[in-house]
């Protein structure tokens, strides 16, 4: 899976790298950060599916009744994940707010 973040702690992306990633077939995904804009292509994957493939590659398909998964995530690219290993894995949400929705089974405040 490709993913890029576009961060700046001045400013958001300017209009200019937006359109670029627009037109190389790219679309932006809401994000935590108010200065923030997640990217990727425009494919049926996410990191729910990728962490799945990446288990069942590496630890064959019983993998769940073989090995314990931690998940962390600190945005909303995250819960794609999360929603996936659900069931199977322990995960965090690092998230400051108690109004943001998860599906971790537990949030953290910070990652200190």
Do not use: C, H
């Not at 037109?23 to 995904?29: D, F």
């Not at 997640?38 to 990728?50: E, F, I, S, Y």
């Not at 931690?70 to 949400?93: C, H, N, P, W």
């Amino acid at each position: 899976m490709i993913l890029s973040a576009l961060r700046s702690p001045e400013s958001p992306p300017s209009g200019a790298a937006i359109s670029a990633a627009e037109s190389a077939g790219n679309k932006a995904l809401p994000a935590s950060g108010d200065k923030d804009e997640r990217r990727k292509p425009p494919v049926a994957w996410d990191k729910g599916r990728a962490s799945i493939y990446i288990l069942r590659t590496a630890f064959g398909v019983d993998w769940s009744d073989r090995i314990r998964i931690i998940y962390a995530g600190d945005d909303v690219t995250d819960e794609d994940a999360m929603q996936a290993l659900k069931g199977m894995a322990f995960s965090f949400r690092v998230v400051s707010s108690n109004l943001t929705q998860t599906s971790a089974n537990m949030r953290l405040p910070s990652t200190d």
